[in-house]
């Protein structure tokens, strides 16, 4: 009905609908007289906020004091909230749902806006896609989805069938089949056993990252067994196809055993236990599936155990017993491990050789020199040969190494800014290697890669059913000027006719924590902004790897104000470069980069007309102050050590986003939460929000919308998660002021 309304009669009529949740979680949307002239972002002043009961908690620590007048919005059982979202404390479900009903109001004007940027995104998927198959012996795997499904359809197909009868393609997994009548569904590890017979998979159906662990026969299809509810999702298959090894997690979230079990079996049997709370725990297979691996890792320090894949019930072989700071990966060849680390120094890493049977640490040997500024980001091993990405100022390539000859050579590309990704896929003696490339302008593209004759097979070009011109939009690179006079890179997409002249509106993403860079793909999402007139800008800070590991380095623990700095920094350029105009631009992160985006507003606000914050970890002193929580501990070497190191205390209180809210103007705020989230707790963006809106000098925005059924990543569905991106997007454009002539037309037509 409401999308029906002009803009103006459903804005009344929330108005006049909305009621408080409670007296204590704030008031209904006001009343007030609306005149045309006003823009969205006007009417939306018009609507009251909840406002947050503050129960002042005064927290002594080291010498130090702090209060937090919000502690109240953690629940003292969050644990079992996560496992059943219905349990958790009254008073803090009304004050979440009084601001999802703050949300609702205030964002109600743009559903026409909204639905119409959902359609558009959605149209740019083709709904019945599907993978290249990966041929594993005498089968093709493959995933695909079926027109308006929401989830993925796993299957196969016989590489040489006897017949067309036995062509025939056998569902594996069917998503959507186990979607049905639950509101959460997230699949972990899918794997088939060596003997192609059985199929084990992990799901999740609460989002807050317990898996099920499940076994499927598949000549009959029907599951034999549930292995267990608390698992992390990730397993490992021995090649006997009967033995699997799974991680355990923890109730406070933390992945902490490895356990072995026959899939008939009802009782599982320990096989490790890590002791450090600091540390994750994760298996897998070599590539050669000679050994099933136990990796367990800091987020700086690394060791690995190996367990004979054919002698599953073996004892596990250490390969490298861990030294803080030292990482180290192994990846198996038909010519041994090959070892990728830092070991020695060796800060962008080098890479090493052992032999299959020995492969500790005494018997490694280097075979790639460090070379200062090149950092190796992966090795994938084959038979004859080892392919390795590098990454130099941003930009990935791909390197091709013949094991008998050491010859190598380099996978060329042409583009100012592009991502590429390797994919070793189920054989291990072949010559093929898969790879993809794409550009923000450029959608992927998907190849087969002879790596003896260095011919390239295109097998899939990602199609844009409504339609897409690469050479209607332009990608730039530029590099902002740091504080310290270091260079950061920033890759630019726009449309060919957007003018840039200064005049127009930007939005400014990053991350910058743990060393994950993000890659200049393609995405559909942000052609909905492009199209209307947005720059879409990344910057590729510190804190990430996009310029080594010293970029990283340079932007964790004491360093870590170099990240947000960084982040500003770039925006700045932005404008000096004339490309946009201070207080034009929105500021956009998610998780660590929702942590930038708080970070950044607090530095320099007027630079931001308006900043979303995604499950944002806005919390950082109390949340490294709680060694309960599931990514306390493991986060320490990234972050420091609140409890217990004086300097590490300081430093976090000088950037953590609620501690440093001030009473001054803000950009327009949207937070986005999932209750059942892990990762980053519903409480730490209900806090921030909180006191956002009762500090700030302004009569700016501050939103939060909570997802009730959902944790970290949103909704599940494929779909589901596009409108929340259209929501976001609508927000954007609302306050850089590109939706109000939008959202007048589409209720211009919907009054006709």
Not at 727 to 740: H, I, P, Q, R, S
Request: include cysteine; charge should be negative.
């Amino acid at each position: 009905m409401l999308r029906k309304l002009p803009a103006l009669a459903a804005l009344s009529l929330l108005v006049a609908c909305s009621q408080p949740a409670s007296d204590e979680t704030g008031t209904a949307a006001d009343a007030n007289i609306e005149t045309p002239e006003m823009t969205l972002i006007d009417r939306a002043l018009q609507i009251s906020a909840p406002t947050a009961e503050q129960r002042p908690l005064t927290i002594e620590q080291l010498g130090r004091t702090r209060t937090d007048e919000y502690a109240w919005l953690r629940d003292d059982n969050w644990q079992e909230v996560m496992r059943d979202p219905s349990v958790l404390q009254a008073d803090i479900r009304a004050h979440l749902e009084a601001e999802n009903a703050y949300y609702n109001a205030v964002m109600s004007p743009t559903e026409a806006l909204q639905e119409r940027i959902f359609q558009e995104i959605r149209g740019r998927i083709r709904e019945d896609d599907s993978s290249v198959p990966e041929r594993d012996g005498e089968f093709e795997y493959y995933t695909r989805f079926r027109e308006g499904g929401q989830y993925p359809v796993f299957a196969r197909r016989p590489v040489d069938p006897a017949s067309p009868e036995e062509d025939a393609e056998q569902i594996l997994l069917d998503g959507d089949v186990e979607a049905d009548g639950i509101e959460y569904l997230d699949f972990g590890t899918i794997a088939h056993s060596p003997d192609h017979r059985y199929l084990a998979w992990s799901v999740d159906t609460r989002g807050s990252e317990y898996y099920e662990i499940r076994i499927r026969d598949l000549t009959t299809g029907e599951d034999i067994a549930t292995l267990t509810d608390e698992s992390t999702g990730d397993f490992a298959w021995a090649n006997d196809s009967s033995t699997l090894f799974w991680v355990w997690r923890d109730a406070n979230g933390r992945s902490k055993r490895v356990y072995r079990q026959d899939r008939g079996a009802a009782d599982s049997e320990l096989v490790y236990d890590e002791p450090d709370d600091g540390f994750f725990v994760n298996v897998g297979n070599t590539a050669g599936d000679t050994y099933v691996v136990i990796s367990t890792s800091g987020h700086t320090t690394s060791e690995v155990r190996l367990i004979d894949a054919n002698n599953p019930a073996s004892d596990p072989i250490l390969v490298s017993a861990r030294e803080t700071d030292v990482e180290y990966s192994l990846t198996e060849t038909g010519d041994g491990f090959y070892i990728l680390t830092n070991l020695d120094g060796a800060v962008d890493f080098q890479v090493m050789r052992a032999p299959i049977d020995a492969p500790q640490r005494e018997n490694w040997e280097t075979v790639i020199d460090h070379r200062p500024g090149t950092l190796v980001t992966s090795l994938l091993g084959f038979r004859d040969w080892m392919v390795r990405v590098e990454r130099e100022d941003a930009l990935p390539r791909i390197i091709v190494r013949h094991l008998e000859s050491g010859e190598e050579h380099t996978i060329a590309f042409a583009e100012e800014a592009y991502s590429l990704g390797v994919d070793a896929g189920f054989e291990f003696a072949t010559d093929t290697m898969r790879f993809s490339y794409e550009s923000p302008s450029t959608p992927e593209e998907t190849y087969d890669y002879d790596m003896a004759t260095r011919e390239r097979e295109l097998r899939k070009r990602q199609e844009i059913p409504s339609g897409h011109d690469p050479a209607d939009y332009v990608v730039r690179r530029i590099m902002a000027p740091a504080h310290d006079g270091e260079q950061i890179p920033v890759t630019l997409l726009y449309h060919r006719d957007t003018p840039v002249d200064g005049t127009a509106p930007l939005m400014l993403y990053g991350y910058g924590s743990y060393g994950i860079t993000i890659p200049a793909a393609f995405r559909v999402t942000p052609l909905s902004l492009v199209d209307r007139g947005m720059i879409y800008a990344i910057a590729h800070i510190r804190g990430s790897q996009a310029r080594g590991y010293g970029w990283y380095l340079d932007g964790k623990l004491e360093n870590k104000i170099n990240t947000f700095r960084d982040f500003v920094s770039a925006g700045e350029a932005l404008v000096a470069q004339g490309f946009t105009s201070r207080g034009n631009m929105v500021a956009y992160g998610g998780s660590a980069g929702g942590l930038l985006v708080g970070a950044a507003i607090n530095l320099q606000p007027d630079l931001f007309a308006g900043a979303i914050a995604a499950v944002p970890f806005v919390d950082v002193i109390n949340t490294m102050s709680d060694p309960t929580l599931p990514l306390t501990p493991p986060e320490w070497p990234e972050w420091g050590n609140p409890i217990e190191d004086p300097e590490a205390y300081d430093t976090i209180a000088e950037y953590s986003p609620y501690d440093n809210i001030e009473a001054i103007d803000y950009p327009h705020v949207l937070a986005t939460a999932g209750l059942t989230d892990p990762r980053v707790t519903y409480w730490e963006p209900a806090k921030w929000t909180a006191r956002l809106r009762a500090t700030r000098a302004d009569n700016g925005l501050t939103l939060m919308r909570t997802n009730m059924g959902a944790g970290h990543g949103g909704a599940s569905g494929r779909f589901d998660s596009l409108r929340e991106t259209a929501e976001n997007w609508a927000f954007a454009l609302m306050t850089v002021g590109l939706a109000d002539a939008e959202v007048a037309e589409l209720s211009t037509a919907a009054a006709e």
